[in-house]
Every structure is written in C-alpha cells, then in structure tokens.
T-cell receptor
Framework: ETGVTQTPRHLVMGMTNKKSLKCEQHLGHNAMYWYKQSAKKPLELMFVYSLEERVENNSVPSRFSPECPNSSHLFLHLHTLQPEDSALYLC?????????????FGDGTRLSIL | GESVGLHLPTLSVQEGDNSIINCAYSNSASDYFIWYKQESGKGPQFIIDIRSNMDKRQGQRVTVLLNKTVKHLSLQIAATQPGDSAVYFCAEQGRGTYKYIFGTGTRLKVLA
C-alpha cells in the first residue's frame, strides 16, 4: 500500500450533483489536510484535521464539507459546485500538526465540473 | 525560480548534466524548507528538507542550499536523468506553525 491513497483519481460531475472524495493514509499519522491545486497556482490549504478534530477551515465555501471519521480516513463531500472548483484536490498527512515535519501527499483527485 | 504570471518557468537540461532549480522564499522568519517533485498525474513527492540552522544538506543525487541573507533556496540534481523530468516546487514554514507557503514551481525537462 502506498502512503496516502486517494479515490477516485478522476471525477466529472454536474453542478447539481453530490459526490465525495476519499483519502486514506497508511503512515500512522495524526494530522490530515485537504489542498486545492489549480493550474499555475500554489497549493491552497483548505482544511486541517488533527486527531479527527477540525482545526482549520481556510475560508472555504460551504459547498465543500470535510469529514474525518478516524485518523486514517478523510473525506471531502461536494455539493452544488461551480465551474471554478475544477482542480486537482490533494490530501496530505503528517505525523502531527507540528512544525518541521514534511507533509506527504496522495496523487489527488482530478475534479471537473460541467 | 518562482512563477509570476501564467507560465511555469522551464529548465531544460541535457541528460547527465547537473540541474539547479531556484526558489526565492517570502518570509525571513521561515525556518524549515522542503523541496517537492510533482510528476504529471501524480501528487507532490517529498525530496529533501532543510532547517534554517543549516546552509546545505545532501541526499542521494540531490543537494539543497539555503541562503538566508537573500532568502534563496536551491535544489541541485546531479547527473540528471529522464526520470527527473517533473515540476519542482519549494515550500517554506514559519517557526512554530504547521502551515506551509508553497511556490508555484519550475518545470524540469531532461533532454536525451
């Protein structure tokens, strides 16, 4: 198993659909993150969970709803998205929510909104 | 270097040559830095990190140099191989925080 696994790898949905992105980490880490990566832009931090508790919601619209049922799994529930939400959504994990620790990323879900 | 505008800067190097990728970071208080490699269709992959109390750190075929005076970070790749073709970006982290500031990246193309 790779360290951080994301499913699905690709998702095409209409603006009225509801879908969920899934992330699973096999590294025994306690912190998990959702990032948005748009073309030619730096990674944008969306949400941070530490020991299943949300500790950061970086001014993300409510059409994105995260869920962290345990320290190994993270979901991003999507509802009524907009075309500008098309992007690569990356999940990452780190040992703890501390400084001087690298974050390890999954391969992302490529999301396209019709 | 870091991208300003719509196009990623591109570095083209001949296979077997050394590559140097640069990053100008923004916060003089940042004290931890990472280089990531992102291949097409994949997520960012950790390459090497360095703390601000160091000027240089070496890994396997890679070296990171940190110049705090001019807020400059570089990644040197020795004997560049086709598999090194990817986008490379740096990330900086301030003291006591888990948040990173990510660069937009440089595309490395390895010519056969």
């Amino acid at each position: 198993e790779t360290g951080v696994t994301q499913t699905p790898r690709h998702l095409v949905m209409g603006m009225t659909n509801k879908k969920s992105l899934k992330c699973e980490q096999h590294l025994g880490h306690n912190a998990m993150y959702w990032y948005k990566q748009s073309a030619k832009k730096p990674l944008e931090l969306m949400f941070v969970y530490s020991l299943e508790e949300r500790v950061e919601n970086n001014s993300v619209p409510s059409r994105f709803s995260p869920e962290c049922p345990n320290s190994s799994h993270l979901f991003l529930h999507l509802h009524t998205l907009q075309p500008e939400d098309s992007a690569l959504y990356l999940c990452a994990s780190s040992q703890d929510r501390q400084s001087n620790q690298p974050q390890h990323f999954g391969d992302g879900t490529r999301l396209s909104i019709l | 270097g870091e991208s300003v505008g719509l196009h990623l800067p591109t570095l083209s190097v001949q296979e077997g040559d050394n590559s140097i990728i640069n990053c100008a970071y923004s916060n003089s208080a940042s004290d931890y830095f990472i280089w990531y490699k992102q291949e097409s269709g994949k997520g960012p992959q950790f390459i090497i990190d360095i703390r601000s109390n160091m000027d240089k750190r070496q890994g396997q075929r890679v070296t990171v140099l940190l110049n705090k005076t001019v807020k400059h970070l570089s990644l040197q790749i020795a004997a560049t191989q086709p598999g090194d073709s990817a986008v490379y970006f740096c990330a900086e982290q301030g003291r006591g925080t888990y948040k990173y500031i990510f660069g937009t990246g440089t595309r490395l193309k390895v010519l056969a």
